[in-house]
Structures are given as C-alpha cells and as structure tokens.
C-alpha cells in the first residue's frame, strides 16, 4: 500500500514538472511573438494597390491630389475629378453648371470643407452640392492655376504664371512682382504655408515668403536650377522643403541644407511633390520613382516595389496613415502598412 502512494505521488510530481516546463515554454513563445509584433508594428509591413481608369478613375494622368474633411480622397486628372470615400468612385466631369475645365492641376480643401479646383481655364469650387467657378474676370491673375493653398485665416491663394491672388471670400487681390519687392518672379509654380501662418511661394526664379506685411525673398545664385521651384511642404519642425530641378533644399530659418541623386539620396533631382506622413517621414515625388527621407536614411521605391509608375506627380497622407501616390500616366498607388 505505502509503495503504492508512492508511485501515486512520483506521477503528480512528474506530472507537476511537465505542466510547469511546458508553461515556461508558452511563456516563451508569447515573449517571443510580443517582440515579433513590436518590430512589425514599428516598420510595417508594406502592400501597394495600383487603381485606374478600370477601377473607376477619370483619367490615368493624375496631377492633384487632396483629402477633405470627411477623409474623402480627391483625384485631379487630365480629364476631370474622382472622388473615392474608400469604397466608391465618383467622377466629375467639365459641363457648363460644373468643373470649369477637364484638366485639374491642383486641389485645396478650405476650412468649410469646399474643394477647390486649379485648371489652366480658371477655378472650380465644389461645396457637396453646387458648383462655382471664377476666372480672370473675377479678379484671377490668370486663369492658369498652378497651385491652390489656403492660409490661417481662411484666404484662398492662387498660384498663376502671372503672379499670385488671394481671394477672401469677397475681394481678389493679386501680388506681382515689383522691382526687388513683393514677388521674386511672377511665375509662381507652388504655394505653402507654415505653421507661423508664413505664405512660402516658390516660382521659376527663386522663393518669396509673405508674413502677412513684409515680403522676402530667397535666390541661390550660384545655381539657377535649384531657383526653379516645383513644390513645396513643412514638416513637423516647421521646416520647409522645396522640391527644385536640382535636388531638393530645407530651409529652417536661417540655414539650407540640400539634398540630390548625385549623393545617392533622391531617386531624381526633379522633385514634382513633397507630403509628410503620419511617423514624420517624408516622401519626394520624382520622375524616377518615390524617395522617402526618416531625417537620417534614404529609401527610394519603383514600379519595381509597387508603385503604378515610376513618374509621381502629386502625394498625399490620408488619416489612416496610407500613403497615396499620382502618377503621371499609370494611376494612382496607395502604401499601406498592414502590421503597423
């Protein structure tokens, strides 16, 4: 009988010593999948989605893009506006009572969530309901509209190749350039604004900054390619980036610093757009792909990584944190980070 409880309690110990190595090793295995999960949801785990003319889109050419209020996605194309919700496209279309012209170069969303349309035959507004369109009758400096950009206090400006208007709500008023004051040059390609409420516009021959009374104006003189302006955007430090036909230039205040494919950073020197993510990492639309910018390293992506095409023209980072992209003719590409 004693023998017996013996044999009895040998098992339960050896079953107690199994029961507690294999909760060690769950232990483990949870450890070990907890780290797993923190690495992918500090990088990510990157998937592209190319969308076209078959998906709904108005046009493959895309030039501008915006997203409003609701989170809605706006698409500026060669022939007309998409709009996409996320589940659903919906084109607009040039017509006599809607969008002025059927090729959208830039789009800005107002403080009432009103998109505004840039063409080269003037500029639409859209409130969800009724359109409006203005022109040089109005008051436009000119009806080709390169960029749209809306201040702090709610004013529209207008980038035209005949200097920049802003438009309040009920008076125009255009800004040329005047000698060595107000405007640089009249070519005005891009227009950003800072977090001080700084109007940045960038031309064809260097940069004007407006502080709301007094103007300045930046010109490298050494380079006149890096005085060509394509784009423009202020990241998180109110830095503000422009995008050149030479690279890209930072401008913090008082210092520039530059950037360029000859020192193995951009995937090209003509940088045509500029957006900044939700991690603070910035993204350069070039004709040879996409360059991303973390503060420290570079990394470029092609047709070959995902992307529709590898000529991006216009860049924009939705509330989900996606990264979306316009192409130049292959559509539009969306990054998404699954594990994130």
């Known amino acids: 009988m004693i023998s017996y409880l013996r044999n009895i309690i040998q098992y339960i110990m050896g079953l107690k010593l199994k029961l507690l190595a294999l909760l060690f090793i769950i232990i483990g295995l949870v450890a070990i999948s907890c780290t797993k999960n923190s690495k992918s949801n500090k990088s990510g785990t990157e998937e592209w989605t190319t969308y076209t003319t078959k998906q709904g889109l108005s046009s493959n050419e895309i030039f501008a893009l915006a997203i409003d209020k609701q989170g809605a996605l706006w698409i500026g194309t060669e022939y007309g506006v998409t709009k996409y919700d996320g589940s659903t496209f919906q084109k607009f279309q040039q017509s006599s009572t809607g969008l002025i012209y059927h090729s959208v170069h830039s789009i800005a969303v107002d403080s009432d969530n009103n998109k505004w ?27 080709y509209i390169n960029s749209i950009a809306v201040d702090g206090y709610g004013n529209i400006w207008f980038a035209t190749p005949e200097g920049v208007t802003r438009f309040d709500g009920v008076n125009w008023k255009t800004f ?17 604004v800072d977090s001080s409420n700084n ?36 990241d998180q430090s109110n830095n503000v980036w422009f995008g050149t036909l030479a690279g890209v230039k930072k401008f913090d205040g008082s210092t520039w610093e530059y950037y360029n494919y000859d020192n193995g950073e951009l995937a090209h020197n003509q940088v045509y757009a500029i957006a900044m993510d939700l991690e603070g990492n910035i993204w350069f639309g070039t004709q040879l792909g996409v360059s991303k910018f973390d503060g420290t390293t570079w990394k470029n992506y092609t047709k070959d990584d995902g992307l529709a095409e590898n000529w991006v023209t216009s860049i924009v980072v939705d509330k989900q944190g996606d990264i979306w ?16």
């Open 199 to 234: 109007l940045w516009f960038g031309t064809e021959f260097g940069i004007s900054k407006f502080d709301g009374s007094h103007w300045t104006y930046y010109i490298q003189n050494d380079n006149s390619l890096l005085n060509y302006i394509l784009s423009s955007a202020t």
């Open 325 to 340: 992209f316009g192409t130049l003719s292959g559509g539009l590409s969306r990054l998404h980070y699954t594990s994130r």
């Open 176 to 192: 040329v350039k005047q000698g060595d004051s107000i405007l640089v040059n009249n070519r005005v390609k891009t227009i950003g």
């Open 117 to 143: 349309f840039g063409t080269s035959e003037g500029v639409s507004k859209f409130d969800g309901t009724t359109w409006f369109s203005y022109t040089t009758d109005f008051g436009l400096a000119d009806n």
